[in-house]
C-alpha cells in the first residue's frame, strides 16, 4: 500500500492523475490500536460513512482508548449505545480540548476537534417516527445523516393510531424535495408502508424493539415491514438507527452531489 507522501510524489511527477491518487487514498491507513481495535482512519474517505464506535459491550476506559486515537487521526469521532459510564468518563477526557455533543436521547456522543467541519453534501433526509417511544432509535438516524452532510428534517408521533397526524409531514416532505424518509416504527411497522405508498421517494422502514406479547421486542415488527407490499421500501434490523441512517445519508448524498452541479 502506497503512503501519503509516495501518492503525492507521483501526483508532483505526473505519474499519476489527482483522480487516480484519490482511489489510491481511499484504500489506505488501517492502524492499530495496541491488540483492542483496528481504526479504519480511511473510511470516510473510501466508502462516505465515518467509522462509529459502538460503546455497547466495552468498558469505559476501552471506549476512551479508541476515541482518542480516532480523534487525533480523524479529528472527530463518533461512539454510539453509550452508557451513564461511558458519558462521564468522555465528557472528562474530552471537555476542554473538543467541541463536545452529547445526545442523551440517542446515547451518542460526538467529540470534534474545535477546527473541525462537517462537509454539507446537500442531501436531505426526514425521519418519521409512529411514536413517542420510538424517538431513541430516530434520534440515532437522525445524527448519523448529519454527521455525513445531511439537512435532517423530523416529525415524531405520526402514527397510524391518529392516521390524520401523518398529512402535515407528508406535504412538508414534498415541499422540501426530501430524497429519502426513514420511518421508524414498533408494533405492526404499519407506518412505512403507508408512507411508502403516498410518495415517490425511497423508503427506509426501521423496526424498533417496542412491542410486547405475541411478536414482541420487535420481531412481529420486522416480519410485517419485510413483508409489505409498497414497493420502493427497503427495511434494516430491528433498532438498527446507525444502519438506516448511514443507508438514508449515502442515497441523499449522491442527489445532493447531482444538485450541485451546473
Known amino acids: 500500500m502506497s503512503s501519503l507522501k509516495d501518492v503525492l510524489e507521483k501526483v508532483a511527477n505526473r505519474e499519476i492523475t489527482p483522480t487516480q491518487a484519490e482511489k489510491l487514498l481511499k484504500f489506505d491507513a488501517i492502524s492499530q490500536v495496541g491488540c483492542l481495535a483496528k481504526i479504519d482512519s480511511n473510511r470516510e474517505t473510501r466508502k462516505g460513512v465515518p467509522e462509529i464506535i459502538l460503546a455497547e459491550g466495552k468498558t469505559p476506559s476501552e471506549v476512551l482508548e479508541i476515541s482518542k486515537r480516532m480523534f487525533e487521526e480523524n479529528g472527530r469521532v463518533l461512539i454510539s449505545r453509550c452508557t451513564e459510564k461511558h458519558i462521564t468518563a468522555l465528557k472528562e477526557a474530552f471537555d476542554k480540548q473538543a467541541l463536545l455533543d452529547v445526545n442523551d436521547v440517542a446515547k451518542m456522543v460526538i467529540a470534534k476537534k474545535h477546527n473541525f467541519v462537517t462537509f454539507q453534501s446537500g442531501g436531505r433526509v426526514a425521519v418519521l417516527t409512529a411514536g413517542t417511544s420510538d424517538i431513541p432509535v430516530a434520534e440515532e438516524a437522525k445524527v448519523i445523516a448529519k454527521e455525513m452532510g445531511c439537512s435532517v428534517w423530523s416529525s415524531y408521533d405520526v402514527g397510524v393510531a391518529g392516521i390524520h397526524r401523518l398529512i402535515e409531514p407528508m406535504k412538508e416532505i414534498v415541499t422540501k424535495d426530501i430524497d429519502v424518509v426513514v420511518v421508524v416504527a414498533g408494533r405492526e411497522g404499519a407506518l ?56 438514508a445519508a449515502l442515497i441523499a448524498n449522491r442527489n445532493g452531489k447531482l444538485r450541485k452541479k451546473p
Not at 410485517?224 to 421500501?233: F, K, N
Request: glycine share 20%.
Open 192 to 247: 412505512a408502508s403507508v408512507v411508502s405508498g403516498l410518495i415517490d421517494v425511497p423508503v427506509i422502514a426501521l423496526p424498533t424493539s417496542k412491542g410486547y406479547g405475541f411478536g414482541g421486542n420487535g420481531v412481529g415488527t420486522l416480519m410485517a415491514m419485510l413483508q409489505s407490499c409498497s414497493l420502493g421500501l427497503a427495511v434494516v434490523n430491528i433498532d438498527g438507527g446507525v444502519a438506516a441512517g448511514a443507508v
